[in-house]
């Protein structure tokens, strides 16, 4: 039986990954533990909490005394709490090294002393920075540009060094863009869809030329939980195999579904470092018998029709003055800042 400390599971992916868990009869516990920062909210997990099984803890991964207590009840963790969103790192990046890099260490550390037998941290595509051409596999060098990036990758070389120092058994996913329902609408797909639904414009950097992989949420989701089960420790793995798009078509594919032409969009100047390209090989994961099946139209149609149907969820995060700006501000004032 698996009893499993799932961390950032009230975020956009921890909360899929915990009802897909669920699902499983061979789970006995999950716990998730999350500080509910702006971008953590106890809804995403909806009728997830009417699993006995689920234990919900509002706290922080730096908390050392907090994560030994709650490790000592688990045997394996898969750690999605970060701050994870790039436009907030350029301003602030300390607090992305503090969370993504010591929290992970604070995590990792417990994790060895109380005989977790796995380790699953979950990281992103984004550590390999900028491909001209080409595609990364998990033994090319990272190569950050932003600090979101740096610290994820610092985080990944963090985790690592646990099984190599210590024989924790860490496995590291580093996956595409993810999409889907219950995304915090400061990234594009859901910042794009609520706008327009608002009817608001929406701004496009540069001339929209960047190349994403987009994957849906539950493809990663499942690719994660295959490295839990299946992950050799010690190894990464590349979860990729979404649709490749520029900024560009992805706007015209959500401009369509929610009814809107292209006078809806305006264009701003280049974001800093705006990484060009990123792709990476896959054939590890898919060794493991890994395949994405969520097709990218009718998951964007699904998500797209999410936020439609889901106004309460979303309407009162968009209309936080501090949603967009100050975030750390938000960490402190917790709810109450959410509520505004
Ligand atoms: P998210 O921002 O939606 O969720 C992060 C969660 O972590 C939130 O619930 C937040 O409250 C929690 N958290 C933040 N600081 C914490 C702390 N100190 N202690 C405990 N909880 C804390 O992020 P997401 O998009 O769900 O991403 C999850 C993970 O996957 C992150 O590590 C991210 O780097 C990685 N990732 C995300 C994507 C993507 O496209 N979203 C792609 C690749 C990798």
């Known amino acids: 039986m698996h009893e499993i400390l799932v961390t950032g599971g009230a975020g956009f992916i921890g909360s899929h990954f915990v009802r897909r868990i669920l699902r499983r009869d061979d789970v006995s516990r999950v716990t998730v533990l999350?500080?509910?920062?702006?971008?953590?909210?106890?809804?995403n997990l909806g009728t997830a909490f009417l699993d006995a099984r689920l234990t919900f803890v509002q706290g922080s991964i730096l908390d050392g005394r907090l994560v030994d207590e709650l490790m000592a009840r688990h045997t394996a963790v898969v750690h999605f709490a970060a701050e994870s969103h790039v436009d907030r790192s350029l301003t602030t990046a300390d607090t992305f090294l503090t969370?993504?890099?010591?929290?992970?260490?604070?995590?990792?550390?417990?994790?060895?002393r109380n005989g977790i037998e796995k380790f699953v941290h979950a990281s992103t595509d984004e550590v390999y920075g900028s491909l001209r051409d080409g595609s990364a596999s998990e033994d090319d060098l990272v190569r950050p540009s932003?600090?979101?990036?740096?610290?994820?990758?610092?985080s990944d070389l963090v985790a690592l060094s646990h099984f190599q120092t210590y024989g924790l058994p860490v496995?590291?996913?580093?996956?595409?863009?993810?999409?889907?329902?219950?995304?915090?609408?400061?990234?594009?797909?859901?910042?794009?869809?609520?706008?327009?639904?608002?009817?608001?414009?929406?701004?496009?950097?540069g001339q929209g030329q960047h190349v994403r992989n987009w994957l849906h949420v539950e493809d990663n989701c499942e690719g994660v939980e295959l490295v839990l089960r299946e992950g050799q420790?010690?190894?990464i793995y590349n979860l990729g195999g979404g649709t490749d798009l520029t900024g560009r078509d992805l706007?015209?594919?959500?401009?369509?579904?929610?009814?809107?032409?292209?006078?809806?969009?305006?264009?701003?100047p280049d974001r800093q470092a705006n990484d060009l390209r990123y792709s990476m090989l896959w054939d590890k994961i898919a060794a493991l018998g890994f395949r994405p099946t969520r097709d990218l139209d009718e998951g964007l149609a699904d998500t797209v029709d999410w936020y439609r149907r889901n106004p309460d969820r979303w309407a009162p995060l968009t209309?936080?003055?501090?949603?967009?700006h100050a975030p750390h501000a938000l960490v402190a004032a917790g709810v109450e800042a959410r509520v505004r």
């Open 233 to 235: 420790p010690g190894e």
């Open 251 to 268: 706007t015209a594919k959500l401009l369509a579904l929610c009814g809107k032409d292209w006078d809806w969009v305006t264009y701003i």
């Open 319 to 324: 209309r936080n003055p501090y949603a967009a």
């Open 34 to 43: 999350d500080a509910l920062t702006y971008a953590g909210h106890t809804e």
């Open 171 to 205: 496995c590291v996913t580093r996956s595409s863009n993810n999409y889907g329902p219950h995304q915090f609408p400061e990234k594009i797909i859901p910042l794009f869809t609520t706008r327009l639904l608002r009817g608001e414009k929406v701004t496009l950097h």
């Open 146 to 154: 932003v600090p979101y990036a740096a610290s994820k990758a610092a």
């Open 99 to 112: 969370t993504n890099v010591l929290g992970t260490q604070t995590l990792a550390a417990s994790a060895g």
